[in-house]
């Protein structure tokens, strides 16, 4: 597609459900970023792979969350248990190589935990 | 790990008038810095970004200066509109196919008529 496609673009969970959101990025972009951007915050990394491989999930806050990419190109970020601390919007980003080609982010995913 | 700050948090100017945002790092070895501008429920959009080799970027009214000694860049906006009112980002990062970026926490810049 044109740019990068997150869903939903919004979701409300209640504590203790599980959520599953959804990434699509630009077509034959190798690199795909997860971030996590809390009101009024900067984004912050989750986590990062090249085509499917999980490259790097340092930025991960718990075992809850967990991100899997199985043919290299939809992603899909799952929270499991949600806390109300996890309400935050939760940004893609897509790149040919890294950040030498530059990124694209989605629009993301505005999650609220009640 | 990095680790930026930003300056200020908010920033009002009249139009016409200069706007400059200000970003300090910790990790040396950074050498990538990209900075971003968001608008109000909307994806964070790439506007300039400047790497360690350079030490001012111009791109019309939007220019960014780096000192590498004093691990500090800063966003410069000529001639600021109203349309130029958003959340602005600045970020950090060593340049590479998994870099990831550390952002600021962000300036809200309001341009008034």
């Known amino acids: 597609g044109a740019g990068v496609s997150q869903s939903p673009r919004y979701k409300v969970a209640k504590r203790g459900q599980d959520v599953a959101l959804r990434c699509d990025p630009i077509s034959g972009h190798v690199s795909l970023f997860w971030y996590q951007q809390a009101l009024g915050q900067g984004p912050e990394f989750l986590t990062y792979?090249?085509?499917?491989?999980?490259?790097?999930k340092s930025g991960l806050p718990s075992d809850r969350f967990f991100a899997e990419r199985p043919e290299g190109s939809v992603s899909t970020l799952k929270i499991q248990r949600t806390q109300q601390e996890d309400s935050a919007v939760y940004l893609c980003a897509s790149s040919f190589g890294g950040l030498d080609y530059g990124y694209t982010f989605g629009s993301g995913t505005r999650l609220t935990v009640v | 790990g990095e680790n930026v700050e930003q300056h200020p948090s908010t920033l009002s100017v009249q139009e016409g008038d200069s706007a400059v945002i200000k970003c300090t790092y910790s990790d040396s070895a950074s050498n990538y810095f990209p900075w971003y501008k968001q608008e109000l429920g909307k994806r964070p959009q790439l506007i300039i970004d400047?790497?360690?080799?350079?030490g001012e970027k111009k791109d019309q009214r939007i220019a960014v200066t780096l000192n590498k000694t004093a691990k500090h860049f800063s966003l410069h906006i000529t001639e600021t509109q109203p349309e130029d009112s958003a959340v602005y980002f600045c970020?950090?990062?060593?340049?590479?196919?998994?870099?990831?970026?550390?952002f600021g926490t962000g300036t809200r810049l309001q341009v008034t008529l």
């Open positions: 792979f090249q085509n499917e491989a999980q490259l790097d």
């Open positions: 400047i790497r360690s080799n350079v």
């Open positions: 970020a950090a990062s060593r340049a590479g196919t998994a870099s990831k970026l550390t």
